[in-house]
């Protein structure tokens, strides 16, 4: 498959659901928190769940080839809720920039599959092939709605 159509391909199915997962980690998420001033801290610490409650793009800003290895940066604008137990405490507005790797993109016949057919949990059975080798946040707000 032509370089450009798996990228275009995989932006729009398996790799918008790889990084979905590594912006909703509680491992990035809490220590983001930290940096917000404005942010309530005794509520930040008691988040336990994370989930994406948005997003509606991913864009692959730029690639290349690097012997066997397909190297992408993207961004992901997106908006997280997070809960502590069954109480959606905040909503997270941000962009996920970073960059991701195939190792060896030419071992795999990435035309077997029906990528655009694949339900989220059959499609993430492939996330292996996908190596996040940096992600961070950018333009980020965060909204206390548990006090709505």
């Known amino acids: 498959m032509e370089r450009k159509m798996l990228i275009e391909l995989l932006s729009e199915t398996l790799l ?24 309530d801290q005794k509520k930040a610490a008691a988040v336990n769940r994370s989930e994406v409650f948005h997003t ?21 604008p997106f908006v997280l809720s997070l809960w502590q137990e069954e109480e959606c405490l905040f909503r997270l507005s941000a962009s996920a920039a970073g960059s991701c790797m195939i190792p060896d993109v030419g ?5 077997k599959l029906d990528w655009e057919s694949l339900d989220k949990l059959e499609m993430l059975k492939h996330a292996h092939l996908v190596d996040i080798t940096g992600m ?7 909204d206390d709605i548990s006090l709505f």
Do not use: Q
């Open 136 to 142: 961070r946040y950018t333009n980020v707000e965060c």
């Open 56 to 76: 509606d793009s991913f864009e692959v800003k730029s690639w290349g080839v690097e012997g066997t290895k397909l190297i992408m940066d993207f961004e992901m």
């Open 16 to 39: 918008w659901e790889i990084v979905s997962l590594h912006a909703e980690e509680l491992e990035r998420v809490k220590p983001l928190l930290k940096t917000l001033e404005y942010v």
């Open 107 to 111: 071992s795999w016949d990435w035309s």
